[in-house]
């Protein structure tokens, strides 16, 4: 097997390679893109950092590449659907760092706390002023974790040995806490209200980025202070920058910025801010784990190529390819239905459970599970989801998953049951497949329905009472929204129902405020699925 080393690694990874019998491998970094282009396809598996940019212009000509394999976390340098596409798995080692990300936001808290880096200076310049450098001490002190990953959870753990109190908030997670006290909390406000020091470990995403901003700031103790060692912009930088400007912030230290290196005027005033300690991105930079990174990316690349496990892989090309036909439209249910789930339950996932009804009981359903839990988890992570992860990604989270397969059917051929129970709630739904190809939900909670499970979708439940459907019609036809199809079913005891509604156009937040907003309306969901594939819609 021929494996393209395109970036510098660590020489751990590459000794690895070495020792491998039917491997050699060539190191070629620094290459420009039309001269990779032209390389790739020699090779069975590439390694690369951040310095290459494997776009698809690279990835034209293939030919024998198979696997890539990223030393590190992050893969925005790969072109991910197309590699997809072409059939090219696609592997970070996103553990790797983990130890080193965690010990750097702990050295950032406690130079922060001690005024390490001022101190240094004004000694190195010839001063001896121990006044001015009075710092605090940690334990005693309140520390708030936001996420608990790999390394939020880490970071907690060396938390509870300083004998700080721990306070851990994550929507997403119910699994196992670091052993000791740590307190989870059930929202950010309650994290906000009661943390001395406050450090972010989540991904960015559309629902992080910039989570702690003005309004949370305002919640927060007098003197906090801020940490920030998972990507730049989950701390608003403006807000943070008035936060300090007011006194209500005590300090930051910052390891991350939204560009790197920083460009936006506001994160420049906040690197030049004598309340705050800015360092270059250093969370994975030590030796340790650097190794470590070249060392798993080398033994994942090596041990996919041989058509072993694959590990940490960010996409699942061909699987679909070997599924039996009967079941294909199964898991474009599965994982429509999965994405419904996600969206209707609100909080911590923590037991799924599947039933398959008729026929169904005679097949080997579980990549139909897998294909749930893509959909179930897909919202939730900032990493793709695919059929090789999901699996690990919701035992990770602590989501407990049951299936059960049976005979037992009324009025259907076949059937899925799927229920999910998070710590706030607890929402089912029931699908099947019409004419043996269209993917339909026929119920939700109890109530019958029948739903066409792609595209814009609006979900409202409500009090059952005149006028309901014509007050929706109008709130939408008054903005140009179309309503495509509609289901509703209703209960005389308590009188409510539920309405499905598909739609032409994606509707404002606005738009969903104002339906929200109705006195008789209890929830309303908006979510938007991928289209289903032609050939099944006939």
Request: net charge neutral; aromatic share 4%.
């Amino acid at each position: 097997m021929k494996v393209l080393v395109a970036d510098k690694i660590s020489k751990v990874g590459l000794d690895y390679l070495d020792q491998q019998q039917d491997v050699t491998y060539e190191v070629k970094a620094g290459l420009p893109p039309e001269e990779l282009a032209k390389l790739v396809g020699l090779y069975d598996g590439m390694i690369i950092r951040s310095g290459v940019k494997v776009t698809a212009a690279v990835l034209a000509n293939s030919g024998n590449l198979r696997c890539i394999a990223r030393a590190g976390m992050g893969v925005d340098n790969v072109d991910v659907p197309v590699a997809t596409a072409k059939g090219i798995i696609v592997m970070n080692t996103p553990g790797g760092n983990t130890t080193s990300t965690c010990e750097l936001a702990w050295a950032l808290m406690l130079a922060m706390a001690r005024k390490i880096v001022p101190a240094a200076t004004s000694l190195r310049a010839g001063q001896w002023d121990r006044k001015s450098f009075e710092g605090n001490q940690l334990a005693g002190k309140t520390l708030g974790v936001i996420g608990l990953g790999r390394i939020g959870k880490a970071v907690a753990q060396r938390g509870l040995a300083m004998e700080m109190r721990v306070l851990g908030y994550d929507p997403y997670f119910s699994g196992k806490t670091p052993q000791g006290s740590l307190e989870m909390v059930r929202n950010l406000d309650d994290l906000c209200r009661q943390a001395d020091y406050i450090t972010v470990h989540v991904p960015k995403s559309k629902e992080t980025l910039g989570m702690i901003g003005a309004a949370q700031i305002a919640k927060m103790k007098d003197g906090v202070r801020l940490i920030n060692a998972a990507r730049g912009g989950i701390i608003d930088p403006q807000a943070l920058l008035d936060g300090l400007e007011s006194g209500k912030v005590a300090g930051a230290a910052l390891d991350v910025w939204i560009d790197e290196p920083p460009k936006l005027e506001i994160e420049k005033k906040l690197i030049a801010h004598p309340h705050v300690l800015g360092v270059p991105h250093l969370g994975a930079s030590t030796e340790e784990a650097q190794d470590q990174v070249s060392l798993e990316a080398a033994e994942q690349l090596v041990e996919a190529l041989r058509g072993g496990q694959i590990r940490n892989a960010v996409n699942a090309p061909g699987f679909d390819q070997a599924l039996p036909a009967v079941l294909r439209p199964y898991v474009q249910l599965a994982m429509r239905m999965g994405i419904l789930l996600s969206k209707l339950t609100p909080g911590a996932p923590e037991k799924l459970q599947i039933t398959y009804r008729g026929g169904l009981a005679d097949l080997n359903v579980a990549p139909v599970t897998t294909y749930l839990l893509v959909g179930l988890m897909s919202p939730y992570m900032a990493q793709p989801v695919n059929l090789i992860n999901a699996p690990v990604l919701a035992q990770q989270r602590g989501l407990e998953v049951g299936q059960v397969a049976t005979k037992d059917v009324h009025g259907f051929a076949n059937l899925m049951e799927v229920s999910l129970k998070t710590d706030q709630t607890e929402r089912s739904l029931v699908g099947t497949i019409f004419g043996n190809s269209l993917p339909r939900i026929i119920g939700i909670d109890g109530y019958r329905v029948e739903m066409k499970p792609e595209g814009h979708v609006l979900i409202i439940f409500n009090d059952d009472m005149p006028g309901v459907v014509g007050t929706f019609g109008s709130i939408l036809g008054n903005n140009k929204i179309n309503i495509a199809d509609m289901t509703l079913s209703r209960r005389e005891d308590p009188k409510k129902a539920v309405i499905g509604i598909n739609l032409d156009n994606a509707p404002s937040e606005a738009v969903i405020g104002e339906i929200r907003g109705q006195k008789f309306v209890n929830q309303a969901y908006y979510l938007e699925l991928p289209l289903l594939p032609s050939e099944e819609q006939g």
